[in-house]
Every structure is written in C-alpha cells, then in structure tokens.
C-alpha cells in the first residue's frame, strides 16, 4: 500500500467518524442538556488524548507542559471545547440536525472573513462571492425555503448555530501562532476545560444522575469528534503527497450525514436543507477551485 493510498484511507476514515456526530450529537441531547454534554463528552475526549498520548509514550511531556503552558491553554480551552460546543449543543438542541450541521459548515468562509479583521487579510472578489453564495444558503435552510417571508423556523436557533462558527473561526485562527504538538496541546486545551464545564453544570444545577444513554453518546461525541479522529486525520495530512487532495474529502462529510440523520435520527430530509447545502458546499468550492483576485 503506498503512502498516498494509507493516507486517503485515513482521511475517508476520519471523515466517515466525523459524519457520524451530528446524528450523536441529537440522540445524546434527548438524555442530556447541552452543558451536561460539554462536560461529559469533554472528559471523554481528554480521555482518548491522554491515551492516545500514553501510546505515543509522551506521557511525560504533560506535566511539565501543563506548568509552563496553562495560561494559553486555559485561554484556548475556554474557547474550545468549552464555549464551542456548548454554543453548538445549544444550536442542535433547537434545530433538527440537519439544519444545524448545515449552519455549521460556513466555518470555513468564516474564517476567511475573520481574516480580515484580526490577521489584516484583504478579501478576493470569490470570497465575497463565497460569502453571499454561502449565507444565502443558511437563508434557505434557516427560512426552509421560505425567502420572501424571512420567517424563520427556529431564529434562536439559526442565530446560536452561527455563533459556533464565528468561535470555532476565531479558534482556528489563533491556533496558527501556536507552536504546541496538536495532540498535546489539544490535551491541555481540554484538562483546563473541564473545570470550567463541571463548574457551568453546578451553577446551573445540571449535575444531577443522567441515563447511561447520555453517558454512552457523550463517550462517543469525546473520542470520535474531539479525540481520536482528529489523530486519524492529522496522520492522513502528514502521509499524503497532496493536502488539497485530502482535505476535499471533506466535502462529503455533510452529504453522508445528512443520510446517517435521516436513517438514525429518522428525520425527514427537507428539500430546503439539500437546497441550502448545496448553496453552502457551492460557495465553499467557489472559494477553493477559483484564484480570482483581490
């Protein structure tokens, strides 16, 4: 098997986990709020990183980088998982997953956007078109097609699902000046996270017994989209001879999510959600396949 075959393998490994948490995501929130799962599913995932560390025999790194390194890594942690997912929990407990998993992939053109702002990047004339491709697509879904009315299904909904896309943007985008090894660095991110979370559930009383169900989907939104996929995926980007080629794996993400939603979740996939995903994925390609200029 040669380098470039392991690390597609890899990535459609990480992209068929990935696909599967939006589904997760919905089950576990009928057992648990969304703070609850913040915290449950953040000590899931610190978990795995711990053990994933412990395979890599870096244990020993830890401490010593949790001593010199806590201040960013509170910092960061604070942002991500914390106020992330707990924003992004709170947009699927509104919306019918589908919806939200839609919103949720304009991170992306986000990101760019942010750019401008806080790294001082200029704009290219796809990017705007990007932009207005993009958010007419959460139009459609945020309106289930209903554009004339702007009468939204769920506003609060819609609203808080776009908020998670301006933190996890902005959590990105800080993250290019950090040095840290990913995985180490994701297990400080999360160690300093947790009281946070645990701490957010006592003050709003949701630290009360919950179903092993609720534990059971946390366990597997903490290891599979914030653990152990992201090594898989990191793994792909070093073997690969091509980065483009394996980050466009990415585009089939939402499109294998959607059928696991309608199949596990059993929600009817409304035609305004294939219309304004396909606006959203339009506007990302737009922005990735076309140089234009500033």
Not at 40 to 63: D, P, T, V
Not at 79 to 108: C, D, K, R, S
């Amino acid at each position: 098997m040669t380098r470039q075959t392991r690390a597609t393998l890899l990535g459609l490994c990480a992209v068929l986990a990935w696909s599967t948490v939006a589904s997760a995501f919905k089950l576990s929130l009928e057992h648990l709020s969304p703070a609850q799962l913040v915290l449950y599913a953040s000590a899931a995932s610190l978990a795995s990183l711990m053990a994933i560390l412990a395979w890599q025999k870096r244990l020993g790194e830890f401490l010593p980088a949790l001593r010199l390194q806590w201040r960013r890594s509170l910092l960061l942690g604070a942002v991500n998982p914390f106020a992330y997912y707990l924003i992004l929990f709170q947009a699927y407990a509104l919306l019918p997953a589908q919806e939200a998993q839609a919103i949720n992939y304009t991170w992306a053109l986000t990101m760019t956007l942010l750019s401008v702002p806080l790294l001082g990047q200029t704009l290219r004339r796809q990017d705007l078109a990007a932009a207005l491709t993009c958010y007419l697509g959460v139009l459609v879904i945020g309106t289930r097609g209903e554009l004339l009315s702007l009468s939204f299904s769920n506003a609060e909904g819609v609203l808080w699902a776009l908020a998670s896309t301006l933190l996890w943007a902005s959590y990105w985008i800080f993250s290019t000046r950090d040095a840290r090894e990913p995985v180490l660095g994701l297990a400080l991110n999360f160690t300093l996270a947790l009281p946070l979370a645990l701490l957010w559930c006592a003050l709003q009383g949701e630290l009360t017994p919950i179903a092993w169900q609720g534990l059971a989907g946390a366990a597997y939104v903490g290891a599979v989209e914030m653990g152990f996929t992201f090594v898989l995926w990191l793994s792909a980007m070093k073997l690969t001879a091509s980065t483009a080629r394996i980050a466009n794996l990415i585009f089939l993400s939402p499109i294998v999510s959607l059928w696991l939603i309608h199949l596990i979740v059993g929600e009817p996939i409304l035609a305004s959600t294939l219309a304004g995903l396909a606006l959203i994925l339009g506007g990302l390609l737009l922005q990735k396949l076309f140089p234009g200029r500033a």
